[in-house]
């Protein structure tokens, strides 16, 4: 079995590459994408991983490297309940979601789209408030040929010790 390629992009501490080790899923990580100094420092101990690239600042990446699969839980202030409220917009941190979709059209353009893409955020973003934006992001994916399926999951249900709904599209 080939072994999958990953990009992760607002990587933290790298949740979505622990998933795939706690499931024993064969992985490299050719790339991950964060700004915060300390959550970059946590990802490298973490992972023992002090080869990966860091692309930084997702708005000033030209081109994403070459992958099976590209992980991205772009920022919620702006769709959380606890939030601003402003939703997906230009300028606000949630509205970097269209910095990943400027680099997924840059793949398909260069013909080496990701095989499998998985965004994690929060509940409110399939809820009335949001829910025409997340409607939106699933054409824009789908036009690009991808097929998505979506999901509310707790926390709360997987082990993890807090009441966190999180939607998961893949």
Known sequence: MEVLKVVELFSGIGAFRQALSNLKIEHDVVAFSDIDKYAVEAYRAIHNDYISQNLGDISRVK?????????????????????????IAEGTRS?????????????????????????????????????????????????LGYTNYWQVLNAKDYGIPQNRERVFVI
């Not at 994403?64 to 402003?86: E, R």
Request: glycine share 8%; net charge positive.
């Open 63 to 87: 081109v994403l490297p070459q992958c099976d699969l590209l992980t991205y839980g772009f920022p919620c202030q702006d769709i959380s309940v606890a939030g601003k409220g402003k939703g």
């Open 95 to 143: 509205g970097l979601l269209f910095e990943v979709e400027r680099l997924i059209k840059v793949s398909h353009m260069l013909g080496i789209l990701p095989k499998y893409l998985v965004l994690e955020n929060v509940k409110a973003l399939t809820q009335k408030k949001h829910r025409q934006q997340f409607d939106e992001w699933l054409k824009k994916l789908e036009s």
